[in-house]
């Protein structure tokens, strides 16, 4: 965070106002990569969708993720993110990031049974360290 800060006091000093940088993020959910996988008849590979955070819904059902659009998450003690919008997925999930072996039936199974639809993006408004395990919650 301090290569950030210090980019934000440049960018003040710069135009001689104050500046906020946002971040923002990817989510998808551990149920809505399983449920892409078992449609399009792939392994299930999150990083195929690149995401900065993947979640398990604990007790909830795939895609419940887009739901999410318009609220506020909270993630751990202290990191809050505002869900801003929907992803809608193009041919980047066709190929592995690993091999970049491509897998057209993911991009198919998506945009002919979601809507193009898979996972979420999200603004960072407090941050806060994450770790592996961490609680998240809907904020009301």
């Known amino acids: 965070m301090a290569g950030c800060e210090q980019l934000r006091q440049a960018i003040e000093k710069r135009f001689g106002k104050p500046v906020f940088l946002v971040a923002n993020v990817s989510l998808i ?3 809505t990569v399983r449920r892409i996988a078992e449609e399009s008849q792939t392994e299930g590979n999150s990083w195929r969708f690149r995401p900065n955070l993947l ?3 604990d007790g909830g059902a795939a895609f419940d993720e887009l739901n999410w659009v318009g ?3 909270r993630i751990g003690d202290k990191a809050r993110i505002a869900v801003t919008e929907v992803d809608e997925r193009c041919v980047m999930i066709t190929l592995d990031p690993t091999t970049s072996a491509p ?3 993911i991009l198919k199974c998506v945009v002919q049974q979601h809507n193009k639809c898979a996972g ?3 603004t960072v408004l407090t941050p806060g360290e994450l ?3 961490d609680g998240i919650s ?3």
Do not use: D, I, K
């Open 120 to 122: 979420v993006y999200a």
């Open 103 to 105: 897998a057209p039936q």
């Open 131 to 133: 770790r592996t395990g």
């Open 138 to 140: 809907l904020e009301h």
């Open 55 to 57: 979640v398990n819904l």
């Open 29 to 31: 959910s551990e149920q």
């Open 71 to 73: 609220r506020v998450l």
